[in-house]
């Protein structure tokens, strides 16, 4: 919590700076030989308790301006009453963390799914409508449990943290700016595209350990045996894999796998785009979603409980809603990319994915493809153009979770807020 505290604040003798009869703080039981009544201008209730606030010489507290009170009076009706500021805080903490669990808990089942479709070359299903892949998904977790569309969700938290950590690292031993301020120029775009680009690099071999954690399968099914269960790895593993595959240590790969240094410019390529993309429409969105709230009538006196709501509302929504237009947009248009991005980096790596035809089989991923320009071109002559949007179903289902969990919160703080 914010202190409210200002920064001349001395003690019960504070008074203001400004103030020409101020003579100093408190002196042991001595309070500058100022009278009880005297005090009762100057005092009002601690300056650390939201919604008070910190009086100057000749000001009165609110209660007394209205009507003078009983003694213990404000304090029942504070405690009848939260304070907005409380409000505000509760409703865009509330806001947030049911925004952060949709986006990294409840839409990883559709993230595994479409990984797992954007790698699978030669599935006849493509699954462009969210209906086939509820149903495989459906079918997966039937056979395998729960936790088969939730793997590898430990290690996406660890490459995001890995992204953040090195992206601080860097901007603070280096000129290159972390956040462009509102008075840019193209040097500072490009030293901070070159920060997010470098950000890229380190955090690559990570995200490709990350990426064979949430396709691979949790059952091995032989011929004339039994389902095998594979251990599931942990958390840390994802580092370990990653510092493994930049010194050529750890699982044994095979002669297909591609060195780092081959999936640098398309990994690179995505992230700016991605990071262009996204920050581009989400100021686009929230410039226009701020302006009609702007410049919409408002019909409610301006005391109102109706308008504190909307006022709350108004506070964090846009902000969600723009983030939320801005990484649809952003997954949308480059699909296809990162289709091409994720083959390149499962290549070689001996994974064995589920079968997104049935979701009851294991399939082996054994590609061959040279580069960058040697997948797109094999895409498009073996699978076709609609071909890079394999499990395209997947992030439609994906963000209409979203939109609905950012609806129903939305509905749920509306009645809470006018209730308090």
Not at 157 to 175: A, K, M, R, Y
Request: aromatic content about 10%.
């Amino acid at each position: 919590m914010t202190s409210r505290r200002p920064d001349s604040f001395e003690g019960l003798g504070y008074r203001g700076r400004e103030d020409p009869s101020f003579s100093g703080g408190y002196s042991g039981r001595s309070f500058n030989n100022s009278s009880s009544s005297d005090l009762q201008h100057w005092v009002s209730t601690p300056p650390d308790i939201p919604g008070s606030r910190n009086l100057h010489f000749g000001d009165r507290t609110p209660q007394f301006e209205a009507a003078p009170a009983q003694p213990g009076a404000a304090d029942e009706a504070q405690s009848a009453a939260p304070p907005s500021e409380q409000l505000n805080r509760f409703a865009g903490f509330g806001i947030g963390l049911a925004s952060l669990f949709t986006e990294n808990v409840l839409a990883h089942p559709c993230i595994v799914f479409r990984r797992q479709c954007q790698v699978n070359y030669h599935a006849r299903c493509y699954h462009l409508s969210p209906l086939t892949a509820i149903s495989v998904m459906y079918n997966v977790t039937k056979t395998q449990g729960p936790k088969a569309l939730w793997k590898g969700m430990g290690s996406t938290f660890v490459v995001q943290g890995v992204t953040l950590g090195t992206e601080g690292i860097i901007s603070e031993c280096t000129p290159l700016p972390r956040e462009l301020s509102h008075k840019w120029n193209p040097k500072q775009v490009l030293g901070h595209l070159v920060l997010k680009g470098l950000t890229y690099v380190v955090a690559m071999p990570f995200y490709s350990a990350s990426l064979i954690e949430t396709v691979q399968c949790l059952f091995l099914v032989f011929p004339h045996q039994s389902e095998i269960i594979r251990d599931n790895p942990g958390i840390l593993d994802c580092v370990k894999e990653g510092l493994g595959r930049v010194m050529g240590m750890g699982v044994p790969h095979s002669k297909r796998l591609l060195p780092l240094w081959n999936l640098v410019f398309p990994t690179v390529l995505h992230g700016i785009l991605h990071y262009l993309i996204s920050s581009s429409v989400q100021r686009l969105v929230l410039y226009l979603l701020r302006r009609r709230n702007n410049g919409s009538p408002k019909h409610s006196p301006p005391d109102s409980g109706a308008d504190t709501v909307q006022s709350m509302l108004d506070a964090y929504f846009p902000e969600l809603m723009a983030s939320f237009a801005a990484s649809l947009c952003a997954d949308v248009l480059l699909f296809p990319l990162e289709t091409v991005l994720h083959r390149l980096h499962i290549q070689g790596t001996r994974t064995i994915i589920d079968n997104t035809d049935l979701g009851f089989e294991v399939l082996p991923i054994n590609t061959q493809y040279e580069g960058m320009r040697d997948c797109i071109n094999a895409i498009r002559r073996e699978e076709g153009t609609v071909g890079f949007y394999k499990g395209f179903g997947s992030i439609v289902v994906q963000y209409s979770l979203h939109a609905a969990v950012l609806q129903i919160t939305k509905m749920i703080y509306s009645t809470l807020l006018r209730n308090a």
